[in-house]
């Protein structure tokens, strides 16, 4: 089971930002019960300086984008391309956050410093990855935090076509293994990319029952 951590000398509150408005605090730290208290509250860290320095940004999008496990959907050229890959969980933490902060990739907003808050979360057994190889070299992966029955991913990465698709339906195949109804992924906003595998939008009130909802599940089995 994860590390408990102490809890948060910080309140977090989505309930009353103003509609529309994705960003709704500023400050705060980044230490790991600060950063579960907030995902646990519908909000998640970026920051808000160039390539994502300080100051902390506390962000709960409206409108969510999320993947409810049912209506994840693999395309049949995404079932062809997985044959090429392997799908692992956990095997290469490090590996698929430096594949996500790479310095050339556009609008990059990974710090040293969150880099350093997901490290030791992942540490704790609150942060998890998953790879994507091809022929024993890493293409691709996403990572997150898992708390209940919700997966909460934070960036994903690729090198190969379709690597980043498949770390998602690894993910989702993990999450909903024993098919639970009250499991939820949240994937931040939904881009065209990720419509194409189910994603879909909801309100920041929607998407905050789901998640209270989510909270009740238990931890899936490969990240207990």
């Known amino acids: 089971m994860p590390t408990v951590p102490p809890p948060s000398r910080y309140v977090f509150d989505a309930t009353g930002a103003d ?3 994705d960003l709704v605090g500023v400050g ?11 995902y646990a509250r519908g909000l998640f860290p970026m920051g808000l300086g160039a390539a ?14 999320i993947l409810r496990p049912r209506d994840h959907h693999v395309s049949r050229s995404l079932r062809r391309s997985m044959r090429h890959f392997e799908v692992c969980v956990d095997t290469d ?3 698929v956050v430096a594949g996500c902060a790479d310095p050339s990739r556009t609008g990059r907003w990974i710090t040293p410093e969150i880099v350093e808050a997901y490290t030791e979360l ?6 998890h990855s998953v790879e994507v190889r091809q022929d024993g070299r890493l293409v691709g992966g996403l990572y997150g ?3 209940g029955g919700l997966f909460a991913g934070e960036s994903m990465f690729h090198t190969a076509t379709d690597a980043s698709k498949a770390a998602v339906t690894g993910m989702v195949d993990i999450v909903a293994a024993d098919g639970d109804p009250r ?14 595998l189910g994603v879909t939008e909801v309100p920041r009130s929607a998407y905050l ?9 238990p931890l899936p089995e490969p990240f207990r």
Do not use: N
Not at 122 to 127: D, I, L, N, V
């Open 183 to 196: 499991r939820l992924v949240d994937v931040q906003w939904r881009t065209p990319h990720l419509a194409t």
């Open 52 to 65: 994502g320095a300080s100051p902390i940004g506390w962000w709960s999008p409206d409108p969510r984008g």
């Open 93 to 95: 933490f490090a590996g």
């Open 19 to 21: 509609q529309g408005e």
């Open 122 to 127: 992942h540490r704790m057994g609150w942060a």
């Open 209 to 217: 029952q789901l998640l209270a909802d989510a909270l009740t599940a």
């Open 28 to 38: 705060a730290d980044l230490a790991p019960g600060t950063v579960l208290e907030a």
């Open 145 to 147: 935090i898992a708390i």
